[in-house]
Protein backbone atom coordinates (compact mmCIF):
# COMPACT_ATOMS: atom_id res chain seq x y z
CA UNK A 1 0.00 0.00 0.00
CA UNK A 2 1.76 3.28 -0.86
CA UNK A 3 1.61 6.53 1.28
CA UNK A 4 -1.11 8.11 -0.95
CA UNK A 5 -3.25 4.91 -0.64
CA UNK A 6 -2.71 4.64 3.13
CA UNK A 7 -3.29 8.64 3.63
CA UNK A 8 -6.76 8.57 1.11
CA UNK A 9 -7.98 5.89 3.33
CA UNK A 10 -6.56 6.60 6.85
CA UNK A 11 -6.45 10.21 7.57
CA UNK A 12 -8.91 11.76 9.50
CA UNK A 13 -7.60 14.79 11.16
CA UNK A 14 -8.87 17.22 13.93
CA UNK A 15 -7.18 20.22 15.73
CA UNK A 16 -8.07 20.47 19.01
CA UNK A 17 -5.64 18.06 20.11
CA UNK A 18 -2.60 19.64 18.75
CA UNK A 19 -0.17 21.79 20.95
CA UNK A 20 1.32 25.18 19.52
CA UNK A 21 3.52 24.38 16.91
CA UNK A 22 6.02 26.14 18.44
CA UNK A 23 8.31 29.63 17.71
CA UNK A 24 6.48 32.19 15.61
CA UNK A 25 8.15 33.29 12.57
CA UNK A 26 8.46 36.27 10.37
CA UNK A 27 5.01 37.44 8.70
CA UNK A 28 6.21 36.93 5.26
CA UNK A 29 6.71 33.85 5.61
CA UNK A 30 4.06 31.57 3.47
CA UNK A 31 3.27 27.63 3.06
CA UNK A 32 1.61 25.71 0.45
CA UNK A 33 -0.03 22.01 0.74
CA UNK A 34 -0.49 19.73 -1.98
CA UNK A 35 -3.19 17.09 -1.20
CA UNK A 36 -3.90 14.52 -3.03
CA UNK A 37 -7.09 15.82 -3.82
CA UNK A 38 -9.11 18.10 -1.92
CA UNK A 39 -12.54 15.84 -2.80
CA UNK A 40 -11.12 13.75 -0.05
CA UNK A 41 -12.44 14.83 3.01
CA UNK A 42 -9.97 13.73 5.13
CA UNK A 43 -7.27 15.71 2.58
CA UNK A 44 -10.09 18.79 3.84
CA UNK A 45 -9.92 17.76 7.52
CA UNK A 46 -5.86 17.74 6.57
CA UNK A 47 -5.74 21.04 4.93
CA UNK A 48 -8.01 23.23 8.14
CA UNK A 49 -5.66 21.14 10.74
CA UNK A 50 -2.34 22.99 8.57
CA UNK A 51 -4.23 26.22 8.34
CA UNK A 52 -4.42 26.18 12.20
CA UNK A 53 -1.09 25.26 12.69
CA UNK A 54 0.12 27.97 10.20
CA UNK A 55 -1.92 30.58 12.04
CA UNK A 56 -0.67 29.67 15.49
CA UNK A 57 3.05 29.93 14.22
CA UNK A 58 2.27 33.23 12.47
CA UNK A 59 2.95 32.74 8.62
CA UNK A 60 0.88 32.65 5.69
CA UNK A 61 -1.11 29.26 4.20
CA UNK A 62 -2.10 28.13 1.08
CA UNK A 63 -4.07 25.28 -0.49
CA UNK A 64 -2.95 23.86 -4.05
CA UNK A 65 -5.44 21.27 -5.75
CA UNK A 66 -3.87 18.84 -7.69
CA UNK A 67 -6.88 16.86 -8.49
CA UNK A 68 -4.91 13.48 -8.36
CA UNK A 69 -3.15 14.43 -11.36
CA UNK A 70 0.37 14.21 -10.95
CA UNK A 71 0.93 16.21 -13.81
CA UNK A 72 -0.95 19.16 -12.38
CA UNK A 73 0.24 18.93 -8.42
CA UNK A 74 4.09 19.34 -10.31
CA UNK A 75 2.57 22.50 -12.49
CA UNK A 76 0.96 23.95 -9.06
CA UNK A 77 4.06 23.62 -6.88
CA UNK A 78 6.62 25.15 -9.77
CA UNK A 79 4.43 27.96 -10.12
CA UNK A 80 4.14 28.82 -6.71
CA UNK A 81 7.76 28.41 -6.01
CA UNK A 82 9.17 29.94 -9.25
CA UNK A 83 7.29 32.90 -8.63
CA UNK A 84 8.04 32.97 -5.37
CA UNK A 85 4.60 33.29 -3.80
CA UNK A 86 5.34 30.65 -1.03
CA UNK A 87 8.70 29.83 1.37
CA UNK A 88 8.25 26.19 2.03
CA UNK A 89 5.64 23.31 0.87
CA UNK A 90 4.49 20.08 1.60
CA UNK A 91 3.33 17.65 -0.94
CA UNK A 92 0.98 14.50 -0.50
CA UNK A 93 3.21 13.18 -3.60
CA UNK A 94 0.86 11.75 -6.73
CA UNK A 95 3.31 10.86 -8.69
CA UNK A 96 7.10 10.88 -7.75
CA UNK A 97 9.05 10.89 -11.13
CA UNK A 98 6.28 13.98 -11.65
CA UNK A 99 7.94 16.44 -9.16
CA UNK A 100 11.75 15.35 -9.81
CA UNK A 101 11.92 18.44 -11.37
CA UNK A 102 9.94 20.87 -8.99
CA UNK A 103 12.12 19.83 -6.50
CA UNK A 104 15.37 20.58 -7.68
CA UNK A 105 13.87 23.86 -8.63
CA UNK A 106 13.07 24.25 -4.88
CA UNK A 107 16.19 23.17 -4.28
CA UNK A 108 17.70 25.73 -6.14
CA UNK A 109 15.40 28.58 -5.01
CA UNK A 110 16.11 27.69 -1.18
CA UNK A 111 12.59 26.60 -0.99
CA UNK A 112 12.05 24.10 1.53
CA UNK A 113 10.00 21.00 0.78
CA UNK A 114 8.42 18.23 2.31
CA UNK A 115 7.35 15.43 -0.19
CA UNK A 116 6.17 11.82 0.28
CA UNK A 117 9.05 8.40 -0.03
CA UNK A 118 12.20 8.53 0.19
CA UNK A 119 15.27 10.45 -2.52
CA UNK A 120 15.04 7.02 -4.63
CA UNK A 121 11.54 7.44 -5.84
CA UNK A 122 12.59 10.45 -7.43
CA UNK A 123 15.86 9.60 -8.89
CA UNK A 124 17.97 11.00 -6.35
CA UNK A 125 20.84 8.91 -4.65
CA UNK A 126 21.27 11.45 -1.46
CA UNK A 127 20.00 13.56 0.64
CA UNK A 128 19.04 17.31 -0.76
CA UNK A 129 19.35 20.72 1.22
CA UNK A 130 16.07 21.79 2.08
CA UNK A 131 13.99 18.72 1.48
CA UNK A 132 12.67 15.64 3.77
CA UNK A 133 11.42 12.79 2.94
CA UNK A 134 8.57 11.53 4.46
CA UNK A 135 8.37 7.04 4.40
CA UNK A 136 5.91 4.44 5.79
CA UNK A 137 8.33 2.27 7.77
CA UNK A 138 6.80 -1.01 6.80
CA UNK A 139 9.84 -2.98 8.92
CA UNK A 140 9.00 -1.27 11.85
CA UNK A 141 5.26 -1.48 11.15
CA UNK A 142 4.98 -5.19 10.53
CA UNK A 143 7.66 -5.76 13.42
CA UNK A 144 5.37 -4.08 16.00
CA UNK A 145 2.67 -6.08 15.18
CA UNK A 146 4.16 -9.78 15.64
CA UNK A 147 6.14 -8.32 18.53
CA UNK A 148 3.11 -7.60 20.20
CA UNK A 149 1.22 -11.10 19.06
CA UNK A 150 4.12 -12.50 20.76
CA UNK A 151 4.25 -10.34 24.14
CA UNK A 152 0.50 -11.42 24.33
CA UNK A 153 1.59 -15.54 23.93
CA UNK A 154 4.30 -14.65 26.59
CA UNK A 155 2.19 -13.37 28.66
CA UNK A 156 -0.98 -15.43 28.62
CA UNK A 157 0.03 -18.58 27.03
CA UNK A 158 3.87 -19.47 29.06
CA UNK A 159 4.94 -18.60 25.21
CA UNK A 160 3.39 -22.11 23.78
CA UNK A 161 1.51 -20.20 20.68
CA UNK A 162 -0.08 -21.76 17.58
CA UNK A 163 -0.59 -19.02 15.31
CA UNK A 164 -2.96 -18.56 12.17
CA UNK A 165 -1.45 -15.88 10.25
CA UNK A 166 -3.84 -14.17 8.98
CA UNK A 167 -1.53 -12.00 6.02
CA UNK A 168 -2.01 -8.72 4.05
CA UNK A 169 -4.07 -9.06 0.95
CA UNK A 170 -2.78 -6.09 -0.96
CA UNK A 171 0.07 -8.28 -2.59
CA UNK A 172 2.78 -5.58 -3.50
CA UNK A 173 6.27 -5.09 -2.10
CA UNK A 174 4.90 -3.46 0.88
CA UNK A 175 2.75 -6.05 1.77
CA UNK A 176 5.30 -8.52 2.03
CA UNK A 177 7.82 -6.14 3.68
CA UNK A 178 4.85 -6.20 6.73
CA UNK A 179 4.49 -9.50 6.95
CA UNK A 180 7.87 -10.64 6.47
CA UNK A 181 9.07 -8.61 9.81
CA UNK A 182 5.65 -9.85 11.21
CA UNK A 183 6.96 -13.21 11.39
CA UNK A 184 10.54 -12.09 12.47
CA UNK A 185 8.47 -9.87 15.58
CA UNK A 186 6.60 -12.89 16.57
CA UNK A 187 9.58 -15.12 16.25
CA UNK A 188 11.83 -12.80 18.82
CA UNK A 189 8.81 -12.32 21.00
CA UNK A 190 7.79 -15.72 21.50
CA UNK A 191 10.61 -18.30 19.73
CA UNK A 192 8.18 -21.29 20.47
CA UNK A 193 5.16 -19.84 18.80
CA UNK A 194 4.14 -21.73 15.80
CA UNK A 195 2.09 -20.55 12.77
CA UNK A 196 -0.17 -23.66 12.23
CA UNK A 197 -1.84 -22.09 9.47
CA UNK A 198 -1.93 -18.91 6.84
CA UNK A 199 -4.39 -17.52 4.72
CA UNK A 200 -5.55 -14.31 3.42
CA UNK A 201 -8.94 -12.18 3.74
CA UNK A 202 -9.93 -8.85 3.05
CA UNK A 203 -13.48 -8.72 4.31
CA UNK A 204 -14.70 -10.14 7.98
CA UNK A 205 -17.11 -12.49 7.04
CA UNK A 206 -14.68 -14.07 4.77
CA UNK A 207 -11.83 -14.05 7.38
CA UNK A 208 -15.16 -15.49 9.80
CA UNK A 209 -14.98 -18.31 7.34
CA UNK A 210 -11.51 -18.89 6.64
CA UNK A 211 -10.44 -19.44 10.31
CA UNK A 212 -14.12 -21.36 10.82
CA UNK A 213 -11.88 -23.99 8.48
CA UNK A 214 -9.24 -23.29 9.90
CA UNK A 215 -10.24 -24.51 13.25
CA UNK A 216 -11.06 -27.60 11.99
CA UNK A 217 -7.99 -28.61 11.24
CA UNK A 218 -5.75 -26.70 14.18
CA UNK A 219 -8.55 -26.33 16.82
CA UNK A 220 -5.89 -25.84 19.34
CA UNK A 221 -4.71 -22.30 17.88
CA UNK A 222 -4.84 -19.63 20.33
CA UNK A 223 -3.48 -17.11 18.40
CA UNK A 224 -3.98 -14.82 15.38
CA UNK A 225 -1.40 -12.06 13.53
CA UNK A 226 -4.26 -9.84 11.78
CA UNK A 227 -2.67 -7.80 8.81
CA UNK A 228 -6.19 -5.84 9.52
CA UNK A 229 -9.06 -4.93 11.27
CA UNK A 230 -11.43 -7.04 9.68
CA UNK A 231 -9.49 -10.09 9.80
CA UNK A 232 -8.88 -9.29 13.47
CA UNK A 233 -12.91 -8.79 13.59
CA UNK A 234 -13.61 -11.54 11.70
CA UNK A 235 -10.88 -14.42 13.52
CA UNK A 236 -12.56 -13.22 16.76
CA UNK A 237 -16.22 -14.01 15.84
CA UNK A 238 -15.05 -16.97 14.53
CA UNK A 239 -13.58 -18.46 17.86
CA UNK A 240 -16.42 -17.32 19.39
CA UNK A 241 -18.51 -19.00 17.46
CA UNK A 242 -17.05 -22.40 18.02
CA UNK A 243 -16.83 -21.89 21.86
CA UNK A 244 -13.60 -21.32 21.97
CA UNK A 245 -11.31 -19.67 24.75
CA UNK A 246 -10.31 -15.82 23.22
CA UNK A 247 -7.45 -16.25 21.42
CA UNK A 248 -3.91 -13.48 21.69
CA UNK A 249 -5.42 -11.29 18.77
CA UNK A 250 -3.12 -8.29 17.34
CA UNK A 251 -4.47 -6.27 14.39
CA UNK A 252 -3.04 -4.01 12.19
CA UNK A 253 -4.82 -0.58 11.53
CA UNK A 254 -6.76 0.41 14.43
CA UNK A 255 -10.30 1.34 13.62
CA UNK A 256 -12.49 2.40 16.78
CA UNK A 257 -14.49 -0.68 16.78
CA UNK A 258 -11.14 -2.40 17.28
CA UNK A 259 -9.93 -0.27 19.49
CA UNK A 260 -13.07 -0.85 21.90
CA UNK A 261 -12.25 -4.77 21.96
CA UNK A 262 -8.55 -3.99 22.58
CA UNK A 263 -10.15 -2.00 25.75
CA UNK A 264 -12.35 -4.53 26.92
CA UNK A 265 -9.42 -7.29 26.63
CA UNK A 266 -10.81 -9.41 24.12
CA UNK A 267 -8.25 -8.22 21.56
CA UNK A 268 -4.74 -7.73 22.97
CA UNK A 269 -3.91 -4.99 20.90
CA UNK A 270 -3.90 -2.91 17.71
CA UNK A 271 -0.87 -0.85 15.71
CA UNK A 272 -1.71 1.72 13.61
CA UNK A 273 -0.04 4.96 11.58
CA UNK A 274 -0.21 7.85 13.33
CA UNK A 275 -1.67 10.16 10.88
CA UNK A 276 -2.48 13.04 12.60
CA UNK A 277 1.09 12.75 14.71
CA UNK A 278 2.99 12.84 11.08
CA UNK A 279 0.94 15.88 10.23
CA UNK A 280 2.12 17.73 13.23
CA UNK A 281 5.71 16.19 12.37
CA UNK A 282 5.88 17.34 8.92
CA UNK A 283 4.89 20.78 9.82
CA UNK A 284 7.30 21.34 12.53
CA UNK A 285 9.95 20.16 10.13
CA UNK A 286 9.51 22.48 7.14
CA UNK A 287 9.36 25.10 10.05
CA UNK A 288 12.76 24.37 11.21
CA UNK A 289 14.03 24.20 7.67
CA UNK A 290 11.89 27.52 6.58
CA UNK A 291 14.79 29.10 9.00
CA UNK A 292 17.91 26.64 7.60
CA UNK A 293 17.34 26.11 4.08
CA UNK A 294 20.49 25.26 3.15
CA UNK A 295 20.89 22.29 5.65
CA UNK A 296 20.26 18.35 4.47
CA UNK A 297 16.61 17.30 5.07
CA UNK A 298 16.04 14.77 6.94
CA UNK A 299 13.98 10.97 6.18
CA UNK A 300 10.71 10.94 8.40
CA UNK A 301 8.54 8.01 9.16
CA UNK A 302 4.83 8.09 9.70
CA UNK A 303 4.67 7.14 13.64
CA UNK A 304 3.53 4.06 14.81
CA UNK A 305 0.71 4.51 17.35
CA UNK A 306 -0.17 1.25 19.51
CA UNK A 307 -2.86 0.74 21.45
CA UNK A 308 -3.27 -2.30 24.24
Not at 168 to 195: H, M, Q, W, Y
Not at 212 to 227: E, I, K, P, R, W
Not at 254 to 277: C, K
Request: negative net charge; glycine residues 12%.
Amino acid sequence: MTTARILSVGLMLGVAGFASPGPVLAQDKTMAFSPLSLDIPAMQGLSGALGHFAEEAGIGYMTLDPKFDANTQAQQLSQVIETGRVSGAWAITIGAPALRGVIQRAVESGIPMVVSGRPGDYGFTEALPGIAFSDIDYEAYGTTIGRELGNCIAERLAGQGRVFFLGDTSGNEAAGITDSFGRKGLETAAPNAVIVAENLAKERLESQQKVSQMLLAHGDANAVYASNDENAMGALQAFEAAGLPTPCIVSGGGSDEVLGFVESGRIYAAAGFDFAGDAYQNFQTLLAMMETPAALGPILSIPIKLTK
